[in-house]
Nanobody, 126 residues
Framework: QVQLVESGGGLVQAGGSLRLSCAASGRTFSNYAMGWFRQAPGKERAFVAG????????YYEDVVKGRFTISRDNAKNTVYLQMNSLKPEDTAVYYCAATTSYGRSGLRSRNVYDYWGQGTQVTVSS
């Protein structure tokens, strides 16, 4: 079992920044690739960013490229999502997720993740 706890959400004005953190416990964090997803009201949970277990590769949804950065610190068992130039359409509950195996589906698919956090609310006002 892996427990994931997100933090860092909140209310921010458009153009502002937030950094989300996801702290993992229970298993060897460095064995897991990690992803960030978000879910806005009435919408499906959608991929935002992913990072391989070593941190050597990262992946982003097109709408956040250049604004969001995913990173990880395996010594601290934590993955981060730095969000800059936030827009009202970024408003959602943000979830982190962990997987040890994603194969050809890649980190963009919700279905490859075994563990999920409880989510943290991000609200961007215009």
């Amino acid at each position: 079992q892996v427990q994931l706890v997100e933090s860092g959400g909140g209310l921010v004005q458009a153009g502002g920044s937030l950094r989300l953190s996801c702290a993992a416990s229970g298993r060897t964090f460095s064995n897991y690739a990690m992803g960030w997803f978000r879910q806005a009201p009435g919408k499906e949970r959608a991929f935002v960013a992913g990072i391989t277990s070593s941190g050597s590769s990262t992946y982003y949804e097109d709408v956040v490229k250049g604004r969001f950065t995913i990173s990880r610190d395996n010594a601290k068992n934590t993955v981060y999502l730095q969000m800059n130039s936030l827009k009202p359409e970024d408003t959602a509950v943000y979830y982190c997720a962990a997987t040890t195996s994603y194969g050809r589906s890649g980190l963009r698919s919700r279905n490859v993740y075994d563990y999920w956090g409880q989510g943290t609310q991000v609200t961007v006002s215009s």
